[in-house]
Structures are given as structure tokens and as C-alpha cells.
């Protein structure tokens, strides 16, 4: 068994986990980082095309951070924690000039001072820095880069099973060394998760193979509570083919017109004044009402349609998807590219306070893997300010932690539970392969729980996962070795994605109303008087338990309530 001690542990490989590790190391304390995988080859910040959301001294005429704020808020339907949107729109200008500061390249006008900007769906004005279409990948190099400055040790290839805790408060964690099958213990005063979302929920996802929930499963074991859960979103411009390329990010709505098969470009009868600009919510359920009333493409989806741009426009603006284009034969200057929606993002997450704490001490949460900045739909844009900003909280508030209290203690022979678990994978000779049970939870999830939700379906889906938990229970290898074998990663991964299905599917079916990304064909309406509240999810013993508490409307509230 390898062991491990520092002060501060954090867990991912995007940049929410790399600010995190960053910021927490200038406190002075020990910090470690822990990863699924490779350094800048895991986590989903690294597929991250798009731009940063801020009004900083680069602003246009007009904007500021009061209508970020606003446009936000807005985007997210009222379900925002308001207080934490203050703090991004607040904190986020500064730490993109830090970022540039350690070596982050932001593209730049032709006068080469003023940085360049987009806009996209939800924002009111062009506000956005970027690179290119590689602005997560900018922001994993530079990070990545200071933190080896710092001489933040990295454990990778560890997939963290298990938090523990001593007293109702952190005191380590348990994983599993994925080259050898060994269990790994961390002993640590503080640990921050940033493990992304859990796209690999469903059939068809723009998250690579590793983003599996961890984050929201171990937070929930450990004692934290979760919060909106139902609000999934799907990004509108997902790759239909090949199949290798299925549900990934294949367009970008401010570079594209959508159309359908008979050349409409049909976002004029759902958002006339916005078109592809509208919320990605909209957008996606356009998309499955041209589909479903006819006007789809042949591998049954849209069009999205780029050849209105000046020649070599598109290759400039998105180098990275020209190269893919080329290879699967689409000339985006001549041809459309048919597109689909798929699951990109997940809003709801651990609940945590302004200082990205969740409910259990010494445990905090930031990126993806936290809730409350985007409400019911995060604006496109947000993500990226929003990996900044909370790795930043979450790595600073658990640095002051660690520095406050002393490392409770720890036994080793916790780590028996990791072994007895693959261990028994290993000896089962008869039962159900992971990769088979992975395609069936994927599966079921989308034809059930995605864009579109109804009563029969949600409770379909939970019986379902009910028959599901008892087959993750008897997981079997086909393979037996036990050097980096990609299916007892599988299925280790099934555990959380189970629990983490259960969360959504039962959240969404006690939502009675459609608002952001969770839209109810039985509920089609917003209810604001009964369903301005967010859902909180704990597990007591092996149920969950789901509260209600009402949304924050501190700054502003909808015109009706």
C-alpha cells in the first residue's frame, strides 16, 4: 500500500484542481495533487474551446459586472445562490490578469494591446477573453506550469475511492493506484474536490471517458450534501459521426446558423431576437422539436451551417475542430455539419457556502463539482471564470483550515475495504461485465432522464436503477491482470455513476415544473410560486434524503414574485 501526508489534498486534473493547488501553496502548507490520470491529459477544462466570462478594464461601452451579474442570474432562471454569482463576477476580472500574469497567453485585437472578446448565449455584450478554440487547454498549460514552479507534487493514475473522516470532519482518503491495483491512503487536514461532473452519465457526452461523478458520490458518502441535481445541461452542437466522435463538442454556436433539412434557419421561431445566442436550454430543446417534428438530418439531427464566413475564417477562429473536420472529411467553407444535442455539463453539485466549504469540515468543493453559480442553465463562458474563481475560494479557505487544525487521525486498515472491493471484482468468474453495465446506465439515462423528462419515465428510470445497484454489486473481469486494466476502472466508476443517477432522476421527478435545463413534458410551465427552491440531497444510511430551501433572491427576484 503506498501512503501519503500533506496538508491540503485536492482531487482532479482540470483547473479548478490546478488553481486550487496553486492558490492553497501560497499559504505555505504542503499540497497535493491527486489525479485520475495524466497532468494536462484529464478532466474536461482541457476540451474547453470557448472563452472566460468577465468585465474587467477590457470591457465594451455599456457593460459591466452588475449586468454579468444580471445576464447570469437570468440565464440560470433564478435558481442561483446570488451571493456566490456576486463573487465571480466580483473576483473574476483580477484573477484572468494573474493568470496572464503566470504566463497565460489571451488573444489580442490587431493592435496587439486589447484583448479580444466573444459573446455567446445569455451574455449581453462581447466580454469574454479566449485563445483560439484551445482557451482550456491555454489555462492547463499555465497553471500546470506554476504549480511544478512550486514544486506541488502530483499523484497520478489514482482513482480516490473513499473520504474519510474522523469526528464528522476530514481526515484523508482512500484510492486506488490504477497501474498496479494497490490500495493508496492520503492522510490530509483538508481535502478540496474538483473532480468535474459526470457526462459520462449518458449515451451521447462532450466529457472525456474518466468524468464519472466521482466528486458528487464521494462528497455524498463522506457526509456533504448535494444541491440541484436535476439541472443537466446539454450542449446544442454535439458530433454525430463518426462513432468515435459521437457526443463530442463538433460546433460553436457563435460561429454557426442552425438549419434544418429543408434550410430554415429555425431559430428565428424560437428565440427571434437572440437566434443561436439564446440560452443553450433553448437551443438544445429547438433542436429536438425540429428533429421530432420531421425536419432532422439523416444521421437524426441539424445543421450547423458555417459557410457564410469569409474563407479561412473558420480555420482561423477554430483551429483545433478544422484539423478534426479535415480528418472525418466535412470543408466547413462548403459543407454543414450535422449536429445533435449531448450532455455537457452538470449545475447542481456539492452545496457550498461562500468560501466553498460544503457541510462537512475540511472538505471543500470548487469548478464543476460545486453547485450555486449557475442556477438552471450556466451561460456559456461561465465555466471557465467559474474554475478561477472557486479553485481560488476553495484552495485558500482549505489552506486556512489545514493551517487551524491538527491531522485527526487516520487507520490504516481502512484501506482493506479497497481491497476487499477489487479483490472480489477479480475472483468473480460469473456476473456482469463493467463496459456492458456502463452502456445500459448510459443508455437508460438518456432515453429517460435527458432533455426531455416525464413522470412515467423518472419512475421507470429509478426502478431501473434499482435493478442496476444490485448488478454493480456483481461486476466481474474478464481480463484479470492487474496492471492498468480499463475495466476494473469501469467498474469502480459504475458505483458513483449509479448513486449519482439516483440523484438526478429523483430530483427531476419531484420537480413539478420546467426551468433551465430541466424541462418536464408534463410540467412544460415555470412555477414560481411553488418552485423557487432548490432541492438538497443527503444520504441517511443507504437512502437519500431530499429537502427543500428556498433559492436566494437577494439582489433580484423574477418580475412576478
Same mark, same amino acid.
Given at each position: 500500500?503506498?501512503?501519503?501526508?500533506?496538508?491540503?489534498?485536492?482531487?482532479?486534473?482540470?483547473?479548478?484542481?490546478?488553481?486550487?493547488?496553486?492558490?492553497?501553496?501560497?499559504? @505555505?502548507?504542503?499540497?497535493?495533487?491527486?489525479?485520475?490520470?495524466?497532468?494536462?491529459?484529464?478532466g474536461?477544462?482541457?476540451?474547453?474551446?470557448?472563452?472566460?466570462?468577465?468585465?474587467?478594464?477590457?470591457?465594451?461601452? @455599456?457593460?459591466?459586472k452588475?449586468?454579468?451579474?444580471?445576464?447570469?442570474?437570468?440565464?440560470g432562471?433564478?435558481?442561483?445562490?446570488?451571493?456566490?454569482?456576486?463573487?465571480?463576477?466580483?473576483?473574476?476580472?483580477?484573477?484572468?490578469?494573474?493568470?496572464?500574469?503566470?504566463?497565460?497567453?489571451?488573444?489580442r485585437? /490587431?493592435?496587439?494591446?486589447?484583448?479580444?472578446?466573444?459573446?455567446? @448565449?445569455?451574455?449581453?455584450f462581447?466580454?469574454?477573453?479566449?485563445?483560439?478554440?484551445r482557451?482550456?487547454?491555454?489555462?492547463?498549460?499555465?497553471?500546470?506550469?506554476?504549480?511544478?514552479?512550486?514544486?506541488?507534487?502530483?499523484?497520478?493514475?489514482?482513482?480516490?475511492?473513499?473520504?474519510?473522516?474522523?469526528?464528522?470532519?476530514?481526515?484523508?482518503?482512500?484510492?486506488?493506484?490504477?497501474?498496479?491495483? /494497490?490500495?493508496?491512503?492520503?492522510?490530509?487536514?483538508?481535502?478540496?474536490?474538483?473532480?468535474?461532473?459526470?457526462?459520462?452519465?449518458?449515451l451521447n457526452?462532450?466529457?472525456?471517458?474518466?468524468v464519472?461523478g466521482?466528486?458528487?458520490?464521494?462528497?455524498?458518502?463522506?457526509?456533504?450534501?448535494?444541491?440541484?441535481?436535476?439541472?443537466?445541461?446539454?450542449?446544442p452542437?454535439?458530433?454525430l459521426?463518426?462513432?468515435?466522435?459521437?457526443?463530442?463538442?463538433?460546433?460553436?454556436?457563435?460561429?454557426?446558423?442552425?438549419?434544418?433539412?429543408?434550410?430554415?434557419?429555425?431559430?428565428?421561431?424560437?428565440?427571434?431576437?437572440?437566434?443561436?445566442?439564446?440560452?443553450?436550454?433553448?437551443?438544445?430543446?429547438?433542436?429536438?422539436?425540429?428533429?421530432?417534428?420531421?425536419?432532422?438530418?439523416?444521421?437524426?439531427?441539424v445543421?450547423?451551417?458555417?459557410?457564410?464566413?469569409?474563407?479561412?475564417?473558420?480555420?482561423k477562429?477554430?483551429?483545433?475542430?478544422?484539423?478534426?473536420?479535415?480528418?472525418?472529411?466535412?470543408?466547413?467553407?462548403?459543407?454543414?455539419?450535422?449536429?445533435?444535442?449531448?450532455?455537457h455539463?452538470?449545475?447542481?453539485?456539492?452545496?457550498?457556502?461562500?468560501?466553498?466549504?460544503?457541510?462537512?469540515?475540511?472538505l471543500?468543493?470548487?469548478?464543476?463539482?460545486?453547485?450555486?453559480?449557475?442556477?438552471?442553465?450556466?451561460?456559456?463562458?461561465?465555466?471557465?471564470?467559474e474554475?478561477?474563481?472557486?479553485g481560488?475560494?476553495?484552495?485558500?479557505?482549505?489552506?486556512?483550515?489545514?493551517?487551524?487544525?491538527?491531522?485527526?487521525?487516520?487507520?490504516?486498515? /481502512?484501506?482493506?475495504?479497497?481491497?476487499?472491493?477489487?479483490?472480489?471484482?477479480?475472483?468473480?468468474?460469473?456476473?456482469?461485465?463493467?463496459?456492458?453495465?456502463?452502456?445500459?446506465?448510459?443508455?437508460m439515462?438518456?432515453?429517460?432522464?435527458?432533455?426531455?423528462?416525464?413522470?412515467?419515465?423518472?419512475?421507470?428510470?429509478?426502478?431501473?436503477?434499482?435493478s442496476?445497484?444490485?448488478?454493480?454489486?456483481?461486476?466481474?473481469?474478464?481480463?484479470?491482470?492487474?496492471?492498468?486494466?480499463?475495466?476494473?476502472?469501469?467498474?469502480?466508476e459504475?458505483?458513483?455513476?449509479?448513486?449519482?443517477?439516483?440523484?438526478?432522476?429523483?430530483?427531476?421527478?419531484?420537480?413539478?415544473?420546467?426551468?433551465?435545463a430541466?424541462?418536464?413534458?408534463d410540467?412544460?410551465?415555470?412555477?414560481?410560486?411553488?418552485?423557487?427552491?432548490?432541492?438538497?440531497?443527503?444520504k441517511?444510511?443507504?437512502?437519500?434524503?431530499?429537502?427543500?430551501?428556498?433559492?436566494?433572491?437577494a439582489?433580484?427576484?423574477?418580475?412576478?414574485?
Amino acid at each position: 500500500m503506498h501512503s501519503y501526508e500533506t496538508d491540503v489534498l485536492v482531487i482532479g486534473g482540470g483547473a479548478a484542481g490546478a488553481m486550487a493547488s496553486y492558490q492553497a501553496s501560497k499559504a @505555505g502548507v504542503k499540497v497535493m495533487l491527486a489525479l485520475k490520470g495524466q497532468p494536462q491529459r484529464c478532466g474536461s477544462t482541457l476540451m474547453a474551446p470557448g472563452a472566460i466570462a468577465a468585465v474587467g478594464d477590457w470591457h465594451k461601452p @455599456g457593460d459591466s459586472k452588475d449586468l454579468h451579474f444580471q445576464d447570469t442570474v437570468k440565464g440560470g432562471s433564478y435558481m442561483n445562490e446570488q451571493k456566490l454569482v456576486r463573487i465571480l463576477v466580483e473576483e473574476s476580472p483580477d484573477l484572468i490578469l494573474e493568470m496572464e500574469r503566470i504566463g497565460a497567453i489571451w488573444q489580442r485585437d /490587431e493592435d496587439g494591446e486589447t484583448y479580444s472578446l466573444r459573446i455567446d @448565449g445569455g451574455h449581453s455584450f462581447h466580454r469574454c477573453p479566449y485563445l483560439e478554440d484551445r482557451t482550456g487547454r491555454e489555462m492547463l498549460r499555465t497553471l500546470f506550469g506554476e504549480n511544478a514552479k512550486r514544486n506541488i507534487p502530483i499523484v497520478s493514475n489514482v482513482m480516490i475511492l473513499k473520504i474519510l473522516t474522523e469526528d464528522s470532519r476530514v481526515s484523508g482518503a482512500l484510492g486506488l493506484d490504477l497501474e498496479h491495483s /494497490e490500495p493508496v491512503l492520503f492522510r490530509a487536514k483538508s481535502i478540496v474536490l474538483a473532480c468535474g461532473g459526470s457526462g459520462n452519465l449518458y449515451l451521447n457526452t462532450s466529457n472525456p471517458t474518466g468524468v464519472t461523478g466521482d466528486g458528487y458520490a464521494l462528497a455524498l458518502q463522506a457526509g456533504a450534501a448535494l444541491m440541484d441535481m436535476e439541472f443537466v445541461q446539454f450542449y446544442p452542437l454535439g458530433f454525430l459521426f463518426p462513432n468515435s466522435l459521437r457526443g463530442a463538442l463538433g460546433a460553436l454556436l457563435y460561429h454557426s446558423k442552425l438549419r434544418n433539412n429543408k434550410g430554415e434557419r429555425f431559430m428565428e421561431k424560437y428565440d427571434p431576437e437572440r437566434l443561436e445566442l439564446s440560452t443553450r436550454d433553448r437551443i438544445a430543446r429547438a433542436i429536438y422539436t425540429e428533429i421530432n417534428e420531421g425536419r432532422g438530418g439523416p444521421h437524426g439531427g441539424v445543421f450547423a451551417d458555417m459557410t457564410y464566413h469569409e474563407p479561412g475564417a473558420i480555420a482561423k477562429m477554430q483551429p483545433a475542430l478544422c484539423e478534426t473536420y479535415s480528418k472525418i472529411g466535412v470543408d466547413p467553407e462548403k459543407d454543414y455539419l450535422e449536429v445533435a444535442p449531448t450532455c455537457h455539463f452538470f449545475m447542481g453539485g456539492v452545496k457550498v457556502d461562500e468560501n466553498w466549504a460544503s457541510t462537512v469540515p475540511g472538505l471543500f468543493a470548487a469548478g464543476e463539482t460545486a453547485v450555486g453559480v449557475h442556477g438552471g442553465n450556466r451561460l456559456s463562458q461561465n465555466a471557465l471564470a467559474e474554475l478561477i474563481v472557486t479553485g481560488t475560494r476553495a484552495g485558500v479557505s482549505a489552506a486556512r483550515f489545514a493551517q487551524h487544525n491538527i491531522q485527526a487521525p487516520v487507520n490504516p486498515g /481502512e484501506a482493506k475495504e479497497v481491497e476487499d472491493l477489487v479483490n472480489s471484482m477479480f475472483a468473480r468468474n460469473e456476473g456482469v461485465r463493467p463496459s456492458a453495465l456502463r452502456n445500459k446506465i448510459r443508455r437508460m439515462m438518456w432515453e429517460k432522464v435527458g432533455v426531455y423528462r416525464t413522470e412515467d419515465k423518472l419512475k421507470s428510470a429509478l426502478e431501473d436503477l434499482e435493478s442496476m445497484k444490485r448488478d454493480v454489486e456483481r461486476q466481474t473481469l474478464p481480463l484479470k491482470s492487474r496492471r492498468l486494466n480499463q475495466e476494473l476502472q469501469e467498474g469502480l466508476e459504475n458505483h458513483f455513476l449509479i448513486k449519482v443517477a439516483q440523484c438526478v432522476a429523483q430530483a427531476a421527478l419531484l420537480r413539478t415544473e420546467s426551468r433551465g435545463a430541466h424541462y418536464r413534458d408534463d410540467y412544460p410551465g415555470i412555477d414560481n410560486k411553488n418552485w423557487l427552491q432548490h432541492l438538497v440531497i443527503n444520504k441517511n444510511e443507504q437512502k437519500l434524503k431530499i429537502a427543500h430551501i428556498p433559492v436566494d433572491l437577494a439582489e433580484i427576484r423574477p418580475e412576478e414574485v
